[in-house]
C-alpha cells in the first residue's frame, strides 16, 4: 500500500451508539419514519444515522437481509415526537440503490444526503437489532470544484468512413497498423512496442506499447479489448492515447500523463476476437477476465507475464471496458480493488454531473457509481493484480450504449472523456512515485 492509499480509506463508523429504540420504518414503495408511542418500551429500533452533505455511504450486513427497510428523512428522527411521521420520497433527494457483490457474498446499500441535514434511518428487524457496517467515504459529491477537467471536444465516429477515426471493424492488427503505430513513427524517442505473444489460437500477435517520458515518476498499466466485443472501448482508449501523446500543454493533467508518466499499454487483449467476431471470448470460448487465478489461455498468460516485470513499479492497473448496462440505471460503473476509490467516485461523480449537463442523464438521482471495497476475486485481472501482487486496480466500464448510438461521434467523445478523465486523476493522485 502506498502512503497515499490512507488519503481514500474509507472511514468505519460504529453503528451501536446509532441504535434509537422507537423508530420504525413502514411502508414498501415509499417508507415513511415513524415513531411509536411507547417508545422506551418499543421493539422497533433503528439505526438513525446523521449524514454528512456530500459524503458516499456503503451500509453492508453480515449475512442477506430481506428484513431492510431504509429511509433518508430531512429530520432527526430522535427528535420527533410519538406518532409522528418523516416520509422519504424517491426522488430527487437522494441517491441510492441496492448493489450486490458477489453471489453469496454480502450486500449493501450506497447512500449520499443531496443537502444538508439529512438522516438516514435503518430498519432491519422487528425484534432485534441487527448489527450493521457503515463507512463513510469523504469525498465532496455534488460539488465539484474539480477545474481539471479534461474535455476531448468532438469527435469523428468509429464507422470506417473517411472522416472517421477508425472502423469497428477492423482486426486486431488494423488497430495497430491504423491507430497505434503512426503515434510509434511520430514520437519514437517516446515510444516503443514489444510482442508480448500470440493468442491461444496461435493466430494473433499481441502487442505492448510503452509510452516513456524521459523523466517520468511513476508507472500506469492498461488493458484494453480483453472482452473483444467491447470495440467502441478499446477504440475509445485508442483516441485518448493519440490526444495525450498530442497534447500541447494547456491541459495540466494531460501535460502531466505527456511528461511524467510511463504507461505500459495494451491496446487489445483478446485479439483473437477483435479480429474474427468481435465476441467477449477468446478462440477457446473463454472469458479472459475470468481466467487470471489459474492463467490456462496464451493471452492470460501474457498479460501476466508482462505485468510481473513492472509488479513492482506499477502505481495503478486500469482496465477499461464497456457494458450495456445492468439491472441499475447506472452511467457507468467500475470496480475498485484498492481504497483509492474516493478517487474513483469523485471522477464518476464529475461523469455524471457532466451528463446531466448535457443533457443526457435521463435517470436523475440514480447512482451513478459503485465505490468501495467491490473485490474481486483473483481470477479477474484486477483481483489478481491487487490480491496477488498489491497494485491498486480500477475496472472502467464505459456504458456505450446507454447515451450514445454504437460507434457514433459521441460515443467516442464520452468515452476518450471517461478513460481519460480516470487515467489522469489516477495519475495526479501519485499513488506510487518512482524511488
Ligand atoms: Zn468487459
Known amino acids: 500500500m502506498s502512503k497515499n492509499d490512507r488519503l481514500f480509506a474509507p472511514r468505519a463508523i460504529p453503528w451501536e451508539k446509532l ?19 411507547d417508545a422506551s418500551a418499543s421493539t422497533h429500533c433503528s439505526v438513525v444515522l446523521p449524514l454528512e452533505y456530500g ?10 437481509t430481506d428484513r431492510l427497510r431504509a429511509a433518508v428523512v430531512d429530520r432527526d428522527p430522535g427528535k420527533m415526537a410519538p406518532g409522528e411521521t418523516a416520509v422519504y420520497k424517491i426522488g430527487d433527494k437522494l441517491r441510492n440503490a441496492y448493489y450486490e457483490a458477489e453471489p453469496d457474498r454480502w450486500e449493501g446499500i450506497l447512500f449520499t444526503a443531496e443537502k444538508e441535514g439529512q438522516f438516514l434511518v435503518l430498519y432491519l428487524s422487528d425484534r432485534d437489532c441487527i448489527p450493521v457496517s457503515i463507512e463513510r467515504y469523504p469525498l465532496l459529491i455534488g460539488r465539484d470544484t474539480d477545474d481539471n477537467w479534461f474535455r476531448a471536444g468532438k ?5 470506417g468512413n473517411k472522416k472517421s477515426y477508425a472502423d469497428w471493424q477492423w482486426t486486431s492488427d488494423q488497430v495497430i497498423e491504423h491507430l497505434y503505430e503512426p503515434l510509434r513513427a511520430e514520437f519514437p524517442d517516446y515510444i516503443s512496442r514489444r510482442d508480448i505473444g500470440r493468442d491461444e489460437s496461435g493466430k494473433y500477435t499481441m502487442w505492448a506499447y510503452t509510452f516513456e517520458p524521459k523523466h517520468y515518476e511513476q508507472t ?6 480483453i472482452h473483444a466485443s467491447e470495440m467502441d472501448g478499446y477504440l475509445g482508449l485508442a483516441r485518448f492515447m493519440d490526444l495525450m501523446v498530442h ?16 504507461i505500459i499499454l495494451i491496446p487489445i487483449v483478446n485479439v483473437f476476437s477483435a479480429s474474427e467476431e468481435h465476441l467477449r471470448y477468446n478462440s477457446r470460448g473463454k472469458d479472459l477476465n475470468r481466467d487470471f487465478e489459474f492463467h490456462m489461455e496464451g493471452e492470460t498468460i501474457n498479460v501476466i507475464w508482462l505485468l510481473h516485470q513492472y509488479k513492482d513499479e506499477v502505481a495503478a492497473l486500469i482496465d477499461c471496458h464497456t457494458c450495456k448496462g445492468f439491472q441499475y440505471d447506472l452511467y457507468y460503473n ?23 449537463k448535457r443533457g443526457l442523464a435521463s435517470v436523475p438521482t440514480s447512482m451513478a457509481h459503485m465505490p468501495g471495497a467491490y473485490e474481486k476475486p483473483d481470477k479477474y485481472l484486477q483481483g489478481y493484480a491487487w ?10 466500464e464505459h456504458m456505450n450504449e446507454h447515451y450514445a ?7 467516442l467523445e464520452l468515452s476518450v472523456e471517461y478513460y481519460g478523465n480516470f487515467i489522469i486523476e489516477t495519475a495526479l493522485a501519485k499513488l506510487k512515485l518512482k524511488k
Open 19 to 37: 441504535y434509537v429504540k422507537g423508530v420504525y420504518v413502514e411502508g414498501t414503495e415509499r417508507y415513511r419514519v415513524v415513531v411509536k408511542e
Open 220 to 225: 500506469l498499466f492498461i488493458t484494453g479489448g
Open 155 to 159: 469527435q469523428p465516429d468509429l464507422k
Open 55 to 64: 459524503n458516499i455511504y456503503t451500509v453492508t450486513f453480515p449475512e442477506k
Open 405 to 411: 448510438e454504437k460507434h457514433s461521434a459521441l460515443g
Open 334 to 356: 467500475y470496480s475498485v480493488q484498492a481504497s483509492n476509490s474516493v478517487l474513483c467516485a469523485r471522477v464518476t461523480n464529475h461523469i455524471y454531473e457532466d451528463l446531466k
Open 387 to 396: 490480491n496477488r501482487l498489491g497494485i491498486p486496480t480500477l475496472v472502467i
Open 247 to 262: 497534447e500541447d500543454g494547456s491541459h495540466k493533467g494531460m501535460h502531466y500523463l505527456r511528461t511524467k508518466v510511463r
